[in-house]
């Protein structure tokens, strides 16, 4: 079955220092993967997404995240965190046609400190 | 061209009641999928509809019911609500056409059940 892992639940990082969040994930077949982050009372925003080709992909908001098949991850990572990155962050991996049917980990949340 | 809606915001229902969900889809699309996003987890697919007719369902149980018009808006309907039924439900609107499109989320009804 598909799964995704989310080691991290939280993560704090000072205003300007670099961040990475880690994903793992359980799929048979080539993954969709995408990261999503949740601001409170606000819905699901896409970051990024992963389908094929360069293993190196940019999101919004100066995101990029890097799928390793031989480790089965997709982290996220930015060089530099905004005090308005905190928020919670999902990776998911896409199943069924296209990917459109989506099977989330359960989060990691992100804490910036002045 | 407005996002996706949902309605109510907040609900209050107790254990063995009914409660219906909506949802409007972004204009143009032809794809509502509902996710059911418990406290502290990542969202769980529930079903996805495409074209009026269930294209794929998660692992819940047929008390959760959904429908979708011609005019591509949802409902989710659950029947015999239990205290686990309080979360975070999600619909996501897409236009799906023999490729990967991105799914747009709304901001969640949250319901509550005594």
């Known amino acids: 079955a598909q799964s995704v892992t989310q080691p991290d639940i939280h993560i704090t990082v000072s205003e300007g220092a670099s961040l990475e969040l880690r994903c793992n994930y359980s799929y048979g077949a080539t993954p969709y993967l995408f990261w999503y982050v949740q601001s409170p009372g606000q819905g699901l925003q896409l970051l990024l997404k992963y389908f094929s080709g360069d293993t190196l992909v940019q999101g919004i908001k100066g995101f990029e995240a890097e799928f390793k098949r031989s480790q089965s991850s997709f982290n996220l990572r930015k060089p530099s965190v905004h005090w308005s990155d905190a928020a919670e962050y999902f990776c998911?991996?896409?199943?069924?046609?296209?990917?459109?049917?989506?099977?989330f980990g359960a989060g990691t949340i992100l804490r910036v400190k002045s | 061209e407005t996002g996706v809606t949902q309605s109510p915001t907040h609900l209050i229902k107790t254990r063995g009641q009914q409660v219906t969900l909506r949802c409007s889809s972004q204009s143009g699309h032809n794809t509502v999928s509902w996710y059911q996003q418990a406290l502290g987890q990542g969202p769980q697919f529930i079903f996805q509809?495409?074209?009026?007719?269930?294209?794929g369902r998660g692992n819940f149980p047929p008390r959760f019911s959904g429908l979708q018009f011609p005019n591509y808006s949802s409902e989710l309907n659950v029947n015999a609500l239990e205290l686990d039924d309080s979360a975070l439900y999600l619909c996501?609107?897409?236009?799906?056409?023999?490729?990967?499109?991105?799914?747009?989320f709304g901001p969640g009804t949250r319901l509550t059940v005594l």
């Open positions: 509809y495409y074209r009026e007719e269930e294209n």
């Open positions: 998911a991996v896409g199943v069924g046609e296209y990917g459109n049917k989506l099977v």
């Open positions: 996501a609107s897409s236009f799906i056409a023999g490729a990967y499109n991105e799914q747009f």
